[in-house]
């Protein structure tokens, strides 16, 4: 299917948005309210106050929960919920929770009868716990009450907390979401949680489970679908080639580690090509400098079709968002490399809504405005051994 520019509202006509629902097997939901969360210094204070005033349960799930100052100011907003009667789930990555200092903070929960609940640890005392190192819970997500959820990009890390606190000050964007998708949410986490213990929930009859759901009422006008990836289903990529190949004006991407495949690749040429205005957000210094690298042996032809490639100056740019014509916006946990797209379990929220759009478009110009903008020419001059690296990263990451 082809949205062109003579369709009634392009994407955000039912044609698109019921082709959108289909690449992401997920429904479209109606009647949100969704709030954009930039950086720790909105979302960790925004998260703490929904586990403060949760009164019946708290579904927490990351990659990393450190055991940091971070970690600790959330761990006693959990066990004060615990406390006073919430049913409080915690779901975390051990691996994801290893490349932090400090390590997990799960044995602190678990101390305090908060349920704590490894996903998928790996032991040298069960070998065959080694077949899924790298298919890593990489989502977040946080639940209150079954009404109000977080997703988005931020790890529970001191990297993610201002640099006023004490922090890194990791550049990263969140989305609020109260409404129906909630729901939806709250779906995906609990079969997260089952995924943890073993059991296969990809078996279950996806039509049942929906059946059961009670959607939250409707809190406001956006529509959003729910996008969950796990390995092999390449739902995201599928959507930013499907967005790309119908954007009629304008596609934004904020990305840590841009080592897109060859088709997403193609798709953004394309668009580029036909005159669509695409922009890319990449970290001028990345926390992991093989994948820094992998992502700069794309920018040669992007840069040659027409895109832009803006490069962050702050300390590390980790946001993982999308907006397309203004309209479309999509943010969570999935990178646009290898892990997220074919090995790892990601989550990330889509928003049809032309109010969001213009306040992820506002964001993006402000981040572009801190960045550099990579120029062809001085491209085409860098040193031959720069090349290599780039091509050296890019056979490398494409194996990860």
Request: aromatic share 8%.
């Amino acid at each position: 299917m082809t949205i062109t520019a003579n369709s009634p509202s392009g994407l955000l006509s039912p044609g698109a948005l019921e082709r959108i629902s289909a690449i992401a097997q997920a429904p479209i939901r109606y009647g949100h309210h969704v709030r954009i969360l930039r950086d720790g210094a909105l979302a960790f204070p925004t998260m703490l106050a929904m586990i403060r005033a949760a009164k019946r349960s708290v579904c927490f799930e990351n990659f990393i929960f450190a055991h940091d100052a971070t970690g600790e100011e959330f761990a006693r907003a959990l066990e004060n919920a615990r406390g006073r009667g919430a049913d409080v789930r915690v779901l975390y990555d051990p691996l994801g929770t290893m490349l932090v200092k400090g390590g997990s903070i799960a044995r602190r929960l678990r101390r305090a009868l908060v349920l704590a609940r490894p996903f998928r640890p790996v032991s040298m005392a069960v070998p065959w716990s080694w077949l899924h190192f790298t298919h890593r819970d990489h989502r977040k997500l946080l639940i209150a009450d079954e009404l109000a959820a977080v997703v988005g990009g931020m790890c529970i890390a001191d990297h993610w907390s201002p640099a006023e606190k004490g922090g890194g000050g990791w550049r990263d964007t969140a989305l609020l979401v109260r409404g129906p998708a909630v729901a939806d949410l709250q779906l995906a986490f609990e079969r997260m949680w089952r995924r943890a213990l073993g059991s296969i929930p990809e078996t279950f009859s996806s039509l049942l489970e929906a059946q059961t759901l009670t959607l939250p009422p409707r809190r406001g006008h956006a529509r959003v679908v729910v996008v969950g990836d796990r390995p092999r289903t390449q739902r995201v990529a599928a959507l930013y080639e499907w967005l790309a190949d119908n954007a009629e004006t304008s596609i934004d991407i904020s990305d840590a580690y841009f080592v897109a495949p060859a088709r997403v690749v193609r798709s953004l040429i394309h668009a580029a090509a036909r005159g669509v205005r695409v922009r890319l957000l990449l970290p001028g210094r990345n926390n992991h400098p093989i994948a820094g690298l992998a992502a700069q042996r794309i920018y040669e032809p992007l840069l040659e079709a027409g895109a832009e490639i803006h490069e962050w100056n702050g300390i590390m740019l980790h946001a993982k968002s999308l907006v397309v014509d203004g309209v479309i916006s999509m943010v969570g946990s999935s990178n646009l490399d290898p892990l997220s797209l074919h090995r790892n379990y990601e989550l990330n929220v889509l928003v049809a809504d032309a109010a969001t759009g213009e306040k992820m478009s506002e964001l993006f110009e402000h981040d572009i405005a801190a960045a550099t903008t990579v120029d062809l020419a001085e491209w085409r001059r860098r040193p031959w051994h720069y090349k290599v690296a780039e091509w050296l990263a890019a056979l490398f990451g494409w194996n990860l």
